[in-house]
């Protein structure tokens, strides 16, 4: 078992002694560069092909799908009630965090007020608050008239 893990140590030494010899650091760089590159083109060349499946799949599925099933599904979905319940989702949520994180620190320190993902997240359930609103307002003169 000793001789094993020797034959292990030294084989292990040999080959670092013999990548010390051949790979200089000026290679040393090159290879890093060439191997950050390679998972950079790889990583961008997977999303590409990832959006452009999605993108025929979406295009299939128009396609092949009848107008009518489209439609019917769309009607079917209330989409002001589904886009109210995340912005009352939302906002608990930014709630929560808000607190979460005036525990973590006392109300003089600056990160207490530099509050930039609680005002994104406002933001967002604002505009959906207000689309909402609009569109129930469309209903209400849609069904009036």
């Not at 995340?86 to 320190?109: G, M, V």
């Amino acid at each position: 078992m000793s001789a094993t893990t020797t034959t292990a140590t030294t084989n292990k030494s040999e080959l670092k002694r013999w990548m010390n010899n051949i790979v200089t650091p000026r290679h040393q760089r090159s290879i890093m560069t060439m191997t950050i590159g390679t998972f950079t083109l790889a990583a961008i060349s997977s999303l590409f092909c990832l959006f452009f499946f999605v993108s025929l799949l979406d295009d299939f599925i128009q396609i092949v799908s009848p107008g009518r099933l489209v439609t019917f599904a769309k009607k079917q979905i209330d989409w002001t009630g589904f886009i109210d319940g995340i912005s009352h989702q939302l906002t608990n949520f930014a709630e929560w965090e808000k607190q979460k994180r005036s525990s973590w620190y006392p109300e003089d320190h600056p990160i207490y007020h530099e509050d930039r993902f609680h005002d994104l997240i406002s933001a967002v359930t604002t505009y959906m608050n207000d689309y909402v609103h609009q569109r129930k307002q469309q209903t209400t003169t849609t069904t009036t008239s």
